[in-house]
T-cell receptor
Framework: QMTQSPSSLSASVGDRVTITCRAS??????LAWYQQKPGKAPQLLIY???TLQSGVPSRFSGSGSGTDFTLTISSLRPEDVATYFC?????????FGQGTKVEI | EVQLVESGGGQVQIGESLRLSCAGS????????MNWVRQAPGKGPEWISY????????YYADSVKGRFTISRDNAKSSLFLQMNSLRAEDTAVYFC????????????????WGQGTPAIVSS
């Protein structure tokens, strides 16, 4: 089980934004973060808890290991308005956080 | 370029069936475990099924166990999901997703998802 917080947030352009995900047991670094915009498929941002997927802007970063993980947007941009969710992927069944809706 | 392209979704009535397909390209399909994930309207993703790289092991979420069957054809780089006895609550976009571990090269990378195919189950 993945517990993600907050469920929503509103921030200003340029703000630093932090989203957290907590696993119910040690998942080492098998944690991914996705961005999803309405009507679109989830886009992978981070995998291995901290590895930036190719093509993803460097303002996105991930940290953590074991049970506690964080996604940080260093300077929020208008195009970052979306829902973000975490994903534990080491074994089946995969589990997902509940999502965080980010607004400006 | 790595691609997963789902097809086979559509609108059906309660109790009917659908067979989803997922075509992989740009990578060695036979080296990866595969999964199906669905996302109901306004909800988060829900994992529903897994299949091992050679197809000998499968797992299902309780919500679909006994109604859905996952399979694969490595020679055709294809993944399938047979969905029977469909219910209104099965309405969702269905994604095929590649796992992180390549058993042929003993390497890891991030999970990779297709763009999804919608299934609508109505009465």
């Amino acid at each position: 089980q993945m517990t993600q917080s907050p469920s929503s947030l509103s921030a200003s352009v340029g703000d630093r934004v932090t989203i957290t995900c907590r696993a119910s047991h040690d998942i080492r670094n098998y944690l991914a973060w996705y961005q999803q915009k309405p009507g679109k498929a989830p886009q992978l941002l981070i995998y291995g808890a901290s590895t930036l997927q190719s093509g993803v802007p460097s303002r996105f970063s991930g940290s953590g290991s074991g049970t506690d993980f964080t996604l940080t947007i260093s300077s929020l941009r208008p195009e970052d308005v979306a829902t973000y969710f975490c994903h534990r992927y080491n074994t089946a069944p995969w589990t997902f956080g509940q999502g965080t809706k980010v607004e400006i | 370029e790595v691609q997963l392209v789902e097809s086979g979704g559509g609108q059906v009535q309660i109790g009917e069936s659908l067979r989803l397909s997922c075509a992989g390209s740009g990578f060695d399909f036979s080296g990866y475990e595969m999964n199906w994930v669905r996302q109901a309207p306004g909800k988060g993703p829900e994992w529903i099924s897994y299949i091992s790289s050679r197809g000998e092991t499968t797992y299902y979420a309780d919500s679909v166990k006994g109604r859905f069957t996952i399979s694969r054809d490595n020679a055709k780089s294809s993944l399938f999901l047979q969905m029977n006895s469909l219910r209104a609550e099965d309405t969702a976009v269905y994604f095929c997703a590649r796992s992180y571990y390549n058993s042929l090269t003993d390497s890891v990378e991030g999970p990779f998802w297709g763009q999804g195919t919608p299934a609508i189950v109505s009465s």
